[in-house]
């Protein structure tokens, strides 16, 4: 779809969406010694997916914060505190479109002075798009913005959601490449 910039600034998507889900670790929210703290902006993908009743993967609300909840490493005194900021609905990034990018942006506009850093989290097909357009959109950055994905979910045993959550939870607390990633 062509979109002119009058369509980007306004999207009709914005207002059609219900507010997104913010959950909270259910325990005390992990601190870094230095009081680090990062937003996780969770739009779906293959990252949070897991099997539906047929055995075929399928996003499921709020599976994702009950995975970092159990997630031990996000504990650790040197991981940087989060929220989990999860849209509804989740979107398949094959679905996501400019609409998308803008609430993205705005998400972490409205966030900024809350957080040392945003991750996120998105299916891997758009993801160099939507991350390209934030690079535009977000400009005058101060902060860390980290783009990731998984090919294999986070509920599989082996998989590379868990290492892709934590290097960009710390790269996006640490501040030194005020950009988008």
């Not at 009058?6 to 913010?22: A, G, H, R, Y």
């Amino acid at each position: 779809h062509a979109h002119t910039l009058d369509q980007m600034s306004t999207p009709k998507s914005l207002v059609e969406l219900p507010p997104p889900v913010v959950a909270t670790p259910t325990g005390p929210l992990p601190v870094a010694a230095s009081g680090k703290r990062v937003l996780i902006i969770h739009t779906g993908g293959t990252f949070g997916m897991k099997p539906d009743a047929e055995g075929s993967l399928d996003v499921c609300p709020g599976y994702l914060a009950e995975q970092l909840d159990k997630m031990e490493e996000l504990k650790h005194p040197e991981m940087p505190g989060y929220e989990l900021l999860e849209y509804s609905p989740l979107h398949d990034s094959s679905c996501m479109e400019p609409a998308d990018w803008v609430t993205i942006a705005t998400d972490i506009e409205d966030n900024y002075f809350k957080y040392d850093g945003f991750v996120v989290i998105m299916g891997t097909d758009t993801m160099a798009y939507c991350s390209s357009a934030l690079s535009f959109m977000l400009e005058n950055l101060g902060k860390t913005v980290v783009f990731t994905g998984s090919q294999i979910p986070l509920c599989e045993v082996y998989n590379d959601s868990r290492r892709n959550l934590v290097v960009s939870m710390i790269f996006a607390a640490n501040g030194d490449f005020p950009e988008v990633c």
